[in-house]
Structure formats: structure tokens, C-alpha cells
């Protein structure tokens, strides 16, 4: 499973920050997100996937 973040529409509102903060960090100056491990643990699927829908701008998917 990989994180991938679509810089182009993210607006670095931080509902995946909120939701997975050891995956994800909104940088302050750029607004946008910092995915911290793309590549996270099968057990933290449905944390994960969680955190990805909860964008608002659809910026964020999960492959594989």
C-alpha cells in the first residue's frame, strides 16, 4: 500500500493530519501536506484509509 498526494489540489486543510498525524503533517508556509511514510503497515490500512477519504478535495489516494 502506497499514499500519494496530489500537491495540485491539496489546500493543506488538515483533515488527514487530524485523523493519521503520524502519517501526515500539513507545512504551514507551503499549505500543504507532508506525507510523513508513504508507505505505511497493512495493519494501519483502515487508519489510513480513513484519513485519505476524509479530504475534502480528494488530494490524497491510496494504491495497491
Known sequence: MKIVA???KCEG???????????????????????????????????VYAAVQACPVLALTLEG
Open 6 to 8: 496530489d500537491y495540485d
Open 13 to 47: 486543510l488538515g483533515m488527514c493530519e487530524a485523523m493519521a498525524n503520524d502519517y501526515f503533517e500539513v507545512d504551514e508556509d507551503a499549505e500543504k501536506v507532508v506525507v510523513l511514510d508513504d508507505s505505511p503497515d497493512e495493519s494501519d490500512r483502515a487508519h
